[in-house]
T-cell receptor, first 111, second 114 residues
Framework: SQKIEQNSEALNIQEGKTATLTCNYTNYSPAYLQWYRQDPGRGPVFLLLIRENEKEKRKERLKVTFDTTLKQSLFHITASQPADSATYLCALGAGGFKTIFGAGTRLFVKA | DAGVIQSPRHEVTEMGQEVTLRCKPISGHDYLFWYRQTMMRGLELLIYFNNNVPIDDSGMPEDRFSAKMPNASFSTLKIQPSEPRDSAVYFC????????????FGPGTRLTVL
């Protein structure tokens, strides 16, 4: 069955460093991959989308890579800030709308 | 636009009672989704609608769950009868088109079934 794996352990980093989160998937050939941010008590908020024919996408301090051979996406936050502390979800989609979400990785950025 | 609106924000009920969750999508969005989020299972898609028509309800856990979308600005998710294992946060989301597929989520309804 289709499976998305995100690091279940929280990631703790120091302010100013680059945070790197990983999303691995199996038994799936996604047409696109998305990253969402979720704060406690709130719904997920869309950050970035990258398509299968794109290797890398950037938006301000965010960078996403997509390796369809490794079946992996990396999500980077450069110059991290305490305000970046949240749970980050990756989501895969293909063709229709049935997007599948990973369980998310919690990020803590210490001042 | 105010974004996706959900009500109630919190619901506490007893096992066996009927629960109705409500959602107002963003105006102009053709797709509406209902998700359930738990620590154990993460974010699961229950059902989605396109232009008020249910397209895929394969994620609905069992017949106790039903969803309707009588018009473009309103949807309900009903659980009858509710059970303690239904306790979760239920999110409604909407999106504009197929291309890009950015989904806008509501604030969620935290359901506790005692």
């Amino acid at each position: 069955s289709q499976k998305i794996e995100q690091n279940s352990e929280a990631l703790n980093i120091q302010e100013g460093k680059t945070a790197t989160l990983t999303c691995n998937y199996t038994n799936y050939s996604p047409a696109y991959l998305q990253w969402y941010r979720q704060d406690p008590g709130r719904g997920p908020v869309f950050l970035l989308l990258i398509r299968e024919n794109e290797k890398e996408k950037r938006k301000e301090r965010l960078k996403v890579t997509f390796d369809t051979t490794l079946k992996q996406s990396l999500f980077h936050i450069t110059a991290s800030q305490p305000a970046d502390s949240a749970t980050y979800l990756c989501a895969l989609g293909a063709g229709g709308f049935k997007t599948i979400f990973g369980a998310g990785t919690r990020l803590f950025v210490k001042a | 636009d105010a974004g996706v609106i959900q009500s109630p924000r919190h619901e506490v009920t007893e096992m066996g009672q009927e629960v109705t969750l409500r959602c107002k999508p963003i105006s102009g969005h053709d797709y509406l989704f209902w998700y359930r989020q738990t620590m154990m299972r993460g974010l699961e898609l229950l059902i989605y609608f396109n232009n008020n028509v249910p397209i895929d309800d394969s994620g609905m856990p069992e017949d106790r769950f039903s969803a309707k979308m009588p018009n473009a600005s309103f949807s309900t998710l009903k659980i009858q009868p509710s059970e303690p294992r239904d306790s979760a946060v239920y999110f409604c989301a909407s999106s504009q088109t197929l291309q890009g597929n950015e989904q806008f989520f509501g604030p969620g309804t935290r359901l506790t079934v005692l």
